[in-house]
């Protein structure tokens, strides 16, 4: 039996205490979090078996102590963890990310037990009530080790990781944060300035909020996600972040002059290249498995239609996850969303419903 103790237990530490005991139920879970009421949850929920009011000696116990609070407060959590740590234990981070906390490690001479952790998953929803038992599946793991980190500490990590269903990848801390700020990081400011620019350039009417779907909500999802998580990692990452930003933007100021003096040329390699780049990232087959499953398909507007489709797929016991109407189908095929947990009942899906005579579009 392997005992965790978390500091934090929010989306991300929620959901790999969820995790560990989906896959170990007999494994220990104590969690310590500033609030109660998440920690009165996960106990009734049998997430954890023990609440920690404050961070003592039942850390002792513990063979992993993993920091999940936003990152300028795990780094504060090392001193206070420091001395209740045993001999071998492992203590990690979830942070997105790193150096932070590493020269904080590094400051602490804590270099021979802390390894970094970095699970890139997430939702645009926070806390522990959107946590769930299989958010870092098929998702990369990133492992930043110190320069005292042991193979045997680093293979136990691994090991860990593995047993998550999460891919490992080990990473130097420093180049850790610089890839984040370009796929991660950038992202989510696009995302927040993008949604900030269709608020103030709106009609009177709201045209733009009622009509905005399919390409939009895609790319501007993640700007629903927690303010004060992302005002941190700005702050902690602010030099990777403002070196790619400034790259951004001396792009976007190149597209301006093309679409200004109507460069067809440069227009049509701006989106060739870039489609032909992004269809290499879809199309990776050492990459994870994709986290969303679903068809699209056209039906009928009449009552009872939705019904008719879900309950064909429930006697063939073929479960949905979600299921919604496109509103705006400038870029999407199919007038009905059905989203699926996995890739086989998406297809088992495809195969009955066109079966039925369904028009039925794959992503």
């Known amino acids: 039996m392997t005992t965790f103790g978390f500091i934090g237990l ?23 979090d500033q609030d109660q009421k998440t920690l009165t949850a996960a106990f009734h929920e049998h997430t954890i078996d023990t609440v920690l009011t404050k961070i003592d000696e039942h850390i002792l116990d513990c063979d992993f ?27 990690t981070d979830v942070g997105s990310t790193k150096t932070l ?34 958010l870092v599946e098929n ?23 593995s047993s998550l269903s999460a891919l490992p990848m080990v990473l130097d801390y420093k180049k850790h944060d610089y890839v984040v700020a370009a796929i991660s990081h950038l992202p989510h400011i696009i995302a927040s300035t993008l949604i900030n620019l269709v ?21 501007t999802r993640i700007a629903s996600s927690s303010p004060v998580m992302w005002q941190q990692i700005c702050l902690a990452n602010s ?19 093309y679409i200004e003096h109507k460069d067809s040329d440069a227009l049509f390699r701006l989106f060739a290249d870039s489609g032909k780049y992004r269809n290499s990232i879809a199309d990776r087959s050492s990459g994870p498995i994709k986290k969303e499953y679903s068809l699209y398909c056209d039906i009928i507007d009449e009552a009872g239609a939705i019904a ?11 479960s949905i996850k979600n299921i919604g ?4 189908r400038e870029f999407e095929q199919g007038a009905l969303k059905i989203e699926f947990y996995t890739e086989q009942a998406c297809m088992d899906a495809a195969k009955q419903l066109t079966s039925c005579n369904y028009p039925v579009y794959m992503r």
Not at 115 to 133: C, F, L, V
Not at 199 to 219: L, N, P, W
Not at 309 to 316: G, M
Not at 325 to 328: E, P
């Open 239 to 257: 030099d990777n972040i403002s070196c790619v930003l400034k790259n951004y933007i001396t792009s976007l100021n190149e597209i301006v002059d």
């Open 199 to 219: 608020k103030d350039s709106d009609t009177e009417e709201h045209t733009m909020r009622q009509v905005a779907a399919g390409g939009f909500k895609d790319i």
């Open 101 to 134: 906390i590493h020269n904080q490690v590094i400051a602490l001479d804590m270099e021979d037990c802390f390894i970094g952790g970095h699970p890139m998953a997430g939702s645009e929803r926070s806390g522990y009530d959107a946590s769930n038992d299989h």
């Open 65 to 91: 102590v993993i920091l999940c609070t936003p990152v300028a407060y795990n780094a504060s959590y090392l001193k206070a963890v420091r001395p209740f740590l045993k001999p071998g234990a492992i203590l």
């Open 139 to 161: 998702a990369y793991y990133i492992i930043t080790p110190t320069s005292k980190s042991t193979p045997e500490q680093i293979n136990r990590m691994i090991s860990f990781v």
């Open 308 to 318: 008719t489709i879900a309950t064909t797929l429930a006697i063939h016991q073929i």
């Open 10 to 32: 929010g989306l991300i530490g929620g959901s790999i205490a969820k995790g560990i005991k989906r896959v170990h139920p007999n494994d220990h879970i104590m969690a310590y």
């Open 325 to 328: 109407i496109i509103h705006n």
